[in-house]
Nanobody, 122 residues
């Protein structure tokens, strides 16, 4: 059974940085695509970054150049390094895993963590 657990959220001022972690278990590190999504109150869940089986990455325009997704296969941890945070980045952040997941479509991801809250103040 695939299990995902996010950590690292918190409150930060605009322009600051945070690193989120997602510890995963239940499958081989390179057998599934992994992503970070976020959801702000009243808004749809948004895919912001994904990493493929061979380390290829894709980012949403809203975070490109500010956020970096990476994965430590030895430790089974997915990371999201967030720099230049803006108030509009305030949301619950989730990691997701699926063999065929697509960043634009949250319903293509079968496995989700419980989320970690990020709050950015101006």
């Amino acid at each position: 059974q695939v299990q995902l657990a996010e950590s690292g959220g918190g409150s930060v001022q605009a322009g600051g940085s945070l690193t989120l972690s997602c510890a995963f278990s239940g499958y081989t590190a390179n057998s599934a695509r992994m992503s970070w999504f976020r959801q702000a109150p009243g808004k749809e869940r948004e895919g912001i970054a994904t990493i493929g089986n061979f380390g290829e990455t894709t980012y949403a325009d809203s975070v490109k150049g500010r956020f970096t997704i990476s994965k430590d296969n030895a430790k089974n941890i997915l990371y999201l390094i967030m720099n230049g945070l803006k108030p509009e980045d305030t949301a619950m952040y989730y990691c997701a895993a699926d063999k065929f997941g697509r960043l634009r479509y949250s319903n293509t991801w079968a496995n989700w963590g419980q989320g970690t809250q990020v709050t950015v103040s101006s």
